[in-house]
């Protein structure tokens, strides 16, 4: 898949190109295709109106007794009306469809603006209510892009007024006003009601454009979506199973705006001092290193962080204020061991409550297990051998290291933009 933004681009070796996820479930029943020789299916995607066109070229077809596979049917299924059925009429939309972003985001309003200092740029978000019929109709001709880069992600439903989608668009030569507007990324925030008198606000889509990535883009958008969830006093927001890389910077975010709370500064403060006063390993018990309930509290109600988040970015937090860290690595270890240990098994380790028993399976042997949870958390007849207890061991450690790599990543990221 390759986006281009010009005529010129076309057939271009340096034109950008789009690695999609897997598409199988786009071919056939057993995600393959049938009855093509030397075949190529290259896919061009104007990034100013968004429609395609499919170049396909192969030496023969041959049944192989499966019957030849409907491209065109399975690439519809993708993209939709945007396919278009030829180069010429592919061609022709970066002439009549040049201006069609500018011009259906025109009336709509812009929620966040700002221009380049460096370039005559301007940057802006626009925000659409998906009762009107130009936000479906923007909201179509990205979708493919969606089915293509996110992976399990399905389309929302554009006749529910719930939805909004934050637009982002980057505009060259602030003198000129017939200059194109470029769609840079985009965003689909479902709005919840809340009893009595409030909403929720929670992402649903986030996307920026490959060409456009690793620039910030994913980080104003998001921190846009934050300053209307503050302004319209919304009681949260979250996020809808956030993909790792996204979780990444939405942690980076909220990590540094935590810094600066003080009910969350005071909350740490206390904490930091506990830990400072010695090694936890000579405790008899290792508490819950948690944010107090009245601070999350008020992260939410002011912030609008919810108490899920907060949860992850506590243990950065603490890792970030023990300074010098290296004089403390190894009780910041044992806190999160502790806590990763007591989600998985519970609070008695595995003597009662949840356990965790390796059960060999040919999707992948060395990461199989079952965890169940004996009923009234009464001591399990079920016991773990030493080859049992071992494994456990490592996959609890596995876990561990994730974690800790993790926390030191997104702080590491902090302390840089700091």
């Known amino acids: 898949v390759i986006t281009v933004s010009s005529k010129d681009e076309v057939g271009a070796s340096d034109a950008a190109r789009i690695t999609p996820i897997d598409l199988n479930s786009f071919f056939e029943e057993d995600g393959k295709i049938y009855g093509y020789q030397g075949l190529s299916i290259t896919i061009w995607v ?30 519809q299924n993708i993209f939709g009306e945007t396919l278009l059925d030829s180069k010429d009429d592919f061609l022709q939309t970066f002439s009549s469809d040049g201006n069609y972003i500018r011009y259906i985001l025109c009336d709509y309003q812009v929620v966040w603006s700002v221009v380049g200092v460096m370039e005559l740029l301007l ?36 006749t529910d007024s719930g939805w909004e989608l934050y637009v982002l668009t980057q505009k060259k030569d602030l003198e000129h006003e017939d200059v194109q507007s470029r769609l840079l990324g985009f965003s689909a925030i479902y709005r919840f009601y809340h009893y009595p008198d409030s909403t929720r606000l929670r992402l649903g889509q986030i996307l920026v454009l490959p060409p456009y990535q690793s620039k910030g883009h994913g980080r104003h958008l998001l921190e846009v979506i934050h300053n209307v969830a503050i302004s319209e006093d919304v009681y949260d927001f979250t996020v809808e199973e956030p993909l790792d890389a996204f979780q990444h910077v939405r942690t980076c975010l909220d990590v540094q705006r935590l810094l600066g709370f003080e009910p969350i500064k005071e909350a740490l403060n206390s904490t930091v ?50 300074d010098p860290i ?93």
């Open 46 to 75: 104007s990034s100013i109106s968004f429609q395609a066109y499919a170049d396909i070229s192969y030496k023969s077809t041959s049944d192989g007794g499966k019957g030849v596979t409907d491209l065109k049917s399975a690439l």
């Open 326 to 418: 290296d004089k403390y690595v190894d009780d910041f270890e044992m806190i999160v061991s502790h806590r990763v240990k007591e989600e998985i098994l519970g609070k008695d380790g595995g003597s009662g409550g949840k356990q965790v028993i390796e059960v060999p399976s040919e999707y992948k042997e060395d990461m199989s297990f079952v965890m169940f949870k004996t009923k009234d958390g009464k001591p399990s007849s079920v016991e773990l051998d030493e080859d049992q207890t071992k494994q456990q061991e490592e996959q609890l450690k596995q876990l561990v290291d994730e974690r800790l790599n993790v926390i030191k990543s997104v702080a590491q990221k902090v302390q840089l933009q700091v």
């Open 123 to 158: 940057c802006q978000v626009v925000r659409m209510v998906m009762d009107n019929p130009d936000a479906g109709s923007l909201y179509s001709r990205l979708v493919p892009l969606v089915l293509l880069l996110v992976d399990g992600s399905n389309p929302i439903d554009v």
């Open 273 to 322: 001092l506990y830990l400072k006063q010695g090694r936890l390993s000579k405790k008899t018990h290792v508490p819950r290193f948690v944010p107090p309930s009245s601070a999350a509290e008020d992260v939410r109600r002011v912030l609008k962080i919810n108490k899920t988040q907060l949860t992850q970015c506590w243990e950065i937090l603490i890792y970030l204020s023990l």
